[in-house]
């Protein structure tokens, strides 16, 4: 049988099984509302019910490990017919060191995705909450489900193109690219475990409720966030992507770029979103709230308009004629389309954090641009406002509200504002704006939240004494 598989005709998978793409999609959609999907699912009949909460779970880590097979198998018979294997490989016979395209090729996105998928179908066991309710853990799952869904569903088109798994009319006659494929090991498994960290944080920062076991989860997804973000920044600053003219067609970069929309997933997590939900307990009643949501919107306007038109004008193809202040404009209007939308949820009752309707700026912020990617290539333009308007959302409520003691202007303030600007002129100046900017750009938000931090401590000390 596994013979009659291996040697059955030349076909590519989109070809040959199209039906799987869409089946995937829709499965994964259905992780984005896991609690809600499985609270239905128990109501109807059992064995209708035990079939589709199997489907709802299992379902997409057995659609992408058969994906996987195929291209195993691509790759053993040195298939052709599949345009990978056809620029890289060519015919000729299988070499055991052929299956490293699994890792550096098109098959890198599949097999990130297969263990990220088990991960989460595992993530109720962590030994981080082991100590935790039942129910506490099947949250935590859900959430898990519900980052990682996300992540796939704003990055499918570039991870999973078209041009993978359906045969082209025509093909090259001899290879055309390396045989070592387009991704470095390092920075698929690096990655990866950004992901998955990632999908921790979520999870974290989702979560109202507290117990030991999550604050041994923060412990310990800090602790790795702190290893892998020096590592996959260092890696990207330094990669062939990163030093030639990736901006000149963003477009032809989607995968450099989507890796740059994870790390903006990482600082607002593990930088702003993860603390705050911590730091803002502290917060009073919200005397002046009105008054530091409308500072808020209108210094959002402020800089996403000014600072994605400078960092377009200093890129191609914007650097030359007034091109860069229509798209900053169209850039502006999509972002607070989703901001506008978010700012609804909290009457609908999304409103457990303790500044709602600033959570789910937060929460567009960090989640937004990738979303954009979707409609425009330029998104990515859009990151350092991003990362510049999150550390201004951790120390608004504590300076604008008048009922809470209010951090030192001369300790918290200034300097955030020095650094910002400094970090905004230093990567103005560099041969490669945007990306040194991005690299940067999360020194402000660390130096917000630890500012705040360090205002309760001797608030507490305070009142000790």
């Not at 954090?353 to 789910?360: N, V």
Request: aromatic share 14%.
């Amino acid at each position: 049988m596994l013979k009659g598989f291996l040697h059955s005709e030349y076909n590519m998978l989109g070809d040959e099984s199209p039906l799987i793409f869409p089946v995937l999609l829709i499965l994964l959609s259905t992780w984005l509302i896991p609690r809600k999907i499985e609270h239905y699912l128990e109501k109807i009949p059992p064995q209708v019910g035990k079939l589709g909460t199997f489907l709802h779970r299992f379902g997409p880590i057995m659609l992408v490990g058969f994906m996987i097979l195929d291209r195993i198998k691509s790759i053993y018979q040195r298939d052709i017919s599949y345009l990978e294997i056809s620029q890289r490989l060519g015919p000729g016979e299988f070499q055991f060191s052929d299956l490293t395209l699994l890792v550096t090729g098109d098959g890198a996105p599949e097999i990130v995705l297969f263990s990220l998928l088990l991960f989460a179908m595992l993530s109720h066991n962590l030994p981080s909450i082991a100590s935790s309710s039942n129910e506490l853990k099947r949250t935590i799952q859900h959430r898990i489900m519900t980052y990682l869904a996300f992540s796939t569903l704003v990055s499918y088109w570039i991870f999973f193109p078209e041009s993978a798994y359906f045969e082209p009319s025509s093909l090259p006659t001899q290879t055309t690219l390396s045989k070592h494929g387009d991704y470095s090991f390092f920075v698929v498994l690096l990655t990866a475990f950004l992901l998955l960290v990632n999908s921790e944080l979520f999870a974290i920062t989702t979560i109202t409720s507290s117990d030991t076991g999550l604050e041994i989860l923060i412990k310990r997804t800090r602790f790795k966030m702190y290893f892998i973000l020096p590592c996959l920044i260092y890696l990207l600053s330094n990669s062939v992507q990163s030093t030639q003219s990736w901006w000149m067609n963003i477009s032809q970069n989607g995968e450099f770029n989507m890796i740059l929309f994870f790390l903006l997933h990482s600082f607002g997590l593990i930088f702003v979103t993860v603390p705050s939900k911590i730091n803002e307990s502290f917060l009073q009643h919200g005397d002046g709230r009105s008054n530091s949501l409308t500072f808020q919107l209108l210094v959002s306007v402020v800089i996403f308009f000014v600072i994605s038109s400078l960092f377009l004008i200093n890129h191609e193809p914007f650097d030359e004629g007034n091109g860069y202040i229509l798209q900053s404009s169209w850039l502006v209007v999509g972002i607070f389309g989703l901001i506008s939308f978010s700012l609804i949820l909290p009457n609908f009752g999304f409103d457990s954090a303790a500044r709602p309707e600033l959570w789910w700026i937060r929460m567009i912020l960090v989640f937004g641009p990738s979303i954009m990617f979707i409609f425009t290539p330029y998104a990515i333009f859009i990151v350092p406002s991003c990362l510049l308007l999150l550390p201004i959302s951790i120390v608004q409520p504590w300076i604008i509200e008048t009922d809470v003691s209010s951090p030192s202007s001369a300790k918290v303030l200034f300097p955030l504002i020095g650094l910002m600007i400094l970090i905004l002129s230093f990567s103005i100046f560099t041969e490669w704006p945007l990306m040194t900017f991005i690299m940067l750009g999360w020194l402000p938000s660390l130096f917000a939240v630890k500012s705040v931090e360090i205002h309760l401590k001797n608030l507490k000390v305070s009142d000790a004494v």
